[in-house]
């Protein structure tokens, strides 16, 4: 019992939960600003810029706007990061000491959806008219990218006849499994908030969007929380390909190999694209989604 504990508060607070995550996000939100700075000519920002960014942050005073509870204003991004970490601690990444059960992957799902939804009360909590678009948009873009991210995810439990994440990192990589892949990417572009569906976040429409009003330590929590977002959800699509490999050495190879390719892939797509407007990229969703989707559950059943 005390052998359990001790690996799962490895797991939540080392790796793959809040200090190995931070950082393997912050990387990864590196490399995206440093590929885009190239692609527009200019230097780009240094590898600790992401760091230095959120540290900054925590150093400046906090200003709570008038009429807003301190409480909720400080409690919506505390519970924000605490879902994502242990989101994190169930994903059975390589050199982990993952929590593991059947049917981690439904609480991982869950855990995964708390900080939209703290992002969308924050939008109103701040009683911010940009921050209430923002929010809005928000909660219209989940409904939208959920139909891939949750079919693509359940197809796969279906084929492995198991809804543990451990199954799905250790099943061998098929067509559906790519075809999975190709979904959540598409669900992905939308949850990291990137063009073409950077729409709650729109700096030329609504300024900061939905954090317009949050400053100081509470900012900086919500941008770790995008840190940490990233780590999660780019490891949850690479994870389904360390099934290629038994090594645990390849198994991490191919792990970081795929996570780059991921961070390369969504910043060609944001380069190359403009932002749609909140009707066109629900649109998108119900009807690609839907065949991406249906394309999965189709190479599940027959392949």
């Known amino acids: 019992m005390a052998d359990w504990w001790f690996k799962s508060i490895l797991a939540l607070l080392i790796w793959p939960g809040l200090l ?14 440093k590929f885009v700075a190239r692609l527009q000519g200019r230097q780009g920002p240094p590898f600790f810029q992401p760091f230095y960014d959120f540290w900054k942050l925590v150093g400046k005073k906090t200003i709570i706007p008038k009429g807003v509870n301190p409480a909720v204003f400080y409690a919506l991004p505390i519970i924000s990061v605490i879902s994502i970490v242990f989101a994190l601690a169930l994903l059975p990444v390589p050199g982990s000491s993952a929590i593991s059960f059947e049917g981690d992957l439904i609480l991982l799902v869950y855990l995964l959806e708390m900080p939209v939804l703290m992002d969308v009360i924050a939008g109103y909590v701040t009683r911010s008219v940009y921050a209430q678009i923002g929010a809005m948009r928000e909660a219209v ?35 559906a499994t790519i075809l999975a892949s190709v979904a959540l990417f598409v669900a992905l572009l939308a949850q990291l908030k990137v063009n073409p569906f950077s729409i709650p976040n729109a700096e030329q429409e609504i300024v900061a969007g939905i954090h317009i009003e949050y400053n100081g330590l509470p900012l900086a929590l ?12 780019v490891g949850l699509i690479s994870i389904l390909f360390m099934g290629l490999f038994e090594i645990a050495w390849l198994k991490l190879v191919v792990f970081l190999a795929v996570a780059l390719i991921i961070i390369l892939l969504t910043n060609i797509t944001a380069a190359g694209t403009a932002r749609l407007k909140v009707q066109h990229a629900f649109k998108f969703y119900w009807t690609w989604g839907i065949a991406a989707t249906v394309l999965v559950v189709a190479a599940v059943l027959i392949l």
Request: hydrophobic letters at 60%; glycine letters at 4%; proline letters at 3%.
């Open 20 to 33: 190995g995550s931070a950082v393997f996000g912050w990387f990864l939100l590196w490399m995206s600003r």
């Open 141 to 175: 873009l989940t409904i939208a990218y959920n139909l891939p991210f949750l079919g693509a995810l359940i197809a796969l439990s279906i084929k492995l006849h198991s809804f543990k994440l451990a199954a799905l990192a250790s099943a061998p990589v098929s067509v």
């Open 222 to 233: 919500f941008e770790l929380t995008h840190a940490l977002e990233t780590s999660l959800l």
